[in-house]
């Protein structure tokens, strides 16, 4: 049995900005990304490799090979049309929040425990509305779809961001990817290919233009500069069947560190504001923007987003055969000499 509670995250506008969720018990887990020397990675679903990768020489990118035999089993209970009622029972103001809740219990409650005792973040990832002009109404196309984290002045230093670009073939995930850390941006990974003639598809198409569509969980790792699909392979292929852009929720753990400020720096800024408050003639917004300064002055806590791993694959020789093996059983062996001797 999971212990677990959660808290939301809001800024000092006293702004949503997700749910801090704590583990502090649990029987195992069922995700793990496993690291070992010369760059060597392994992302572990219930025990079987998902994902093999391995970092550049130079640190400028990274290979990641798709286990494409992984048996790839959902992670967390099917949404049925119930939960579907009842975040639409819920509003538009907290449609999302009440996502984030329900999607918070569903993975401290799975079946398999997923998440490891140490602190969480589930955060919505939105998506940004296009430059003007624009057309109001009319579907964008894939390649101009854009999704953010809110802006807002909570002291977490978690800036996700995804393009349609970057989504994978959910109906044949490419085996060999090359992420360039330099100049692509994250990619979306899924975990298993996707039958887009389903009826579970065809159901989320159909709730997709009814604009019910729930938001497609991901975990965020840090390592491998990636999103990794959790939950909602189905309704992603039945949003870009429908060309309308999904609702993101991702979850990745939660550090906190503290820096000091020097007395110095600390001086000037009071002695800015000292001035600019004796010019008289204070704004609304002014007045805000002075209160944050003050605030991001004495409250020192840093939060981010990183990615433990387990340092068991030693000198990576046994990540090697295992994935020489890999590529000659799917006739990739081209990949193989650049994986290998991690260059570009």
């Keep these: 049995m999971t212990e677990y509670w959660w808290q939301d995250l809001r800024d000092s506008a006293k702004r949503w900005h997700g749910l801090e969720l704590i583990v502090r018990e649990g029987n195992g887990q069922a995700l793990e990304m496993q690291s070992g020397h010369n760059g060597r990675m392994a992302l572990q679903v219930h025990g079987e490799p998902l994902f093999w990768a391995t970092m550049l020489k130079d640190h400028s990118g990274v290979w990641l090979v798709y286990n494409a ?17 009842s975040a639409k029972r819920a509003g ?6 009440h996502w984030c809740r329900y999607f918070a219990r569903q993975v401290m409650e799975a079946p398999a ?5 140490r602190r969480w ?3 919505p990832m939105e998506q940004v509305k296009p430059a003007a002009p624009y057309v109001l109404n009319k579907t964008l196309p894939r390649d101009q779809w854009r999704f953010h984290t809110p802006t807002g002045n909570a002291q977490i230093s978690v800036n996700w961001s995804l393009a349609g670009e970057d989504f994978p073939d959910l109906q044949n995930p490419a085996k060999v990817t090359f992420i360039d850390w330099w100049w692509s941006g994250d990619r979306l990974l899924a975990r298993y290919p996707v039958d887009a003639e389903s009826g579970r598809v065809k159901w989320w198409r159909k709730k997709c233009r009814e604009g019910e569509l729930p938001p497609v969980l991901l975990w965020s790792v840090a390592g491998l500069a990636s999103f990794v699909i959790l939950d909602g392979h189905d309704r992603l292929q039945a949003a870009l069947a429908e060309g309308i852009q999904p609702q993101f929720l991702v979850l990745s753990e939660l550090a906190e560190q503290n820096y000091i400020p ?3 720096a600390r001086e000037r800024v009071l002695r800015s504001l000292a001035i600019q408050q004796a010019k008289g003639k204070q704004t609304a917004v002014n007045i805000d923007a002075m209160n944050q300064s003050l605030l991001n002055l004495y409250d020192t806590r840093y939060l981010f987003a990183p990615t433990h791993s387990r340092a068991v694959l030693g000198d990576g020789k046994g990540w090697e055969r295992e994935v020489t093996a890999y590529l000659q059983r799917h006739q990739l062996q081209d990949d193989l000499v650049k ?6």
């Design 92 to 97: 538009k103001e907290k449609w999302i929040s």
């Design 113 to 117: 425990p997923l998440l490891a005792p």
């Design 262 to 264: 020097s007395e110095e």
């Design 69 to 85: 035999e992984h048996p790839g089993k959902p992670l967390l209970l099917p949404v049925t049309s119930a939960d579907v009622e």
């Design 121 to 123: 973040l589930l955060r």
């Design 339 to 344: 994986i290998l001797a991690r260059e570009e």
